[in-house]
């Protein structure tokens, strides 16, 4: 059993930070990826920023030079701090990996639960 669990979601005020983590768990062999997307009323679920085993991150436009994702590879877990928020930031932030579970499984891919983050003017 593989679970993503999230945690950090909250109502901020604009302008002000907040850091998001999620833990993957579980019989894990190797993690390639893992990212956050986040999803607002009435709108598409966007990538949000992730990274890949080899280094590389990939931020959304909206979000370059305010957030930032870093990782704990020995606790498997990842991070997104997100400074200077407004509020259009506010949805439904979804902790993603894509990992395999055994040597010679296949990657699969998995999400958290979602965590809600509320930014107020």
């Known amino acids: 059993q593989v679970q993503l669990v999230e945690s950090g979601g909250g109502l901020v005020q604009a302008g002000g930070s907040l850091r998001l983590s999620c833990a993957a768990s579980?019989?894990?062999?190797?993690?390639?990826?893992m990212g956050w997307y986040r999803q607002a009323p009435g709108k598409q679920r966007e990538l949000v920023a992730s990274?890949?085993?080899?280094?590389?991150?990939n931020y959304a436009d909206s979000v370059k030079g305010r957030f930032t994702i870093s990782g704990d590879n020995a606790k498997n877990t990842v991070y997104l701090q997100m400074n200077s928020l407004n509020v259009e930031d506010t949805a439904v932030y979804y902790c993603?990996?894509?990992?395999?579970?055994?040597?010679?499984?296949?990657?699969?891919?998995?999400w958290g639960q979602g965590t809600q983050v509320t930014v107020s003017s």
């Open positions: 993603n990996a894509v990992l395999r579970v055994r040597v010679w499984s296949s990657f699969s891919e998995y």
């Open positions: 579980g019989n894990i062999f190797r993690i390639n990826a």
């Open positions: 990274f890949s085993s080899g280094g590389s991150t």
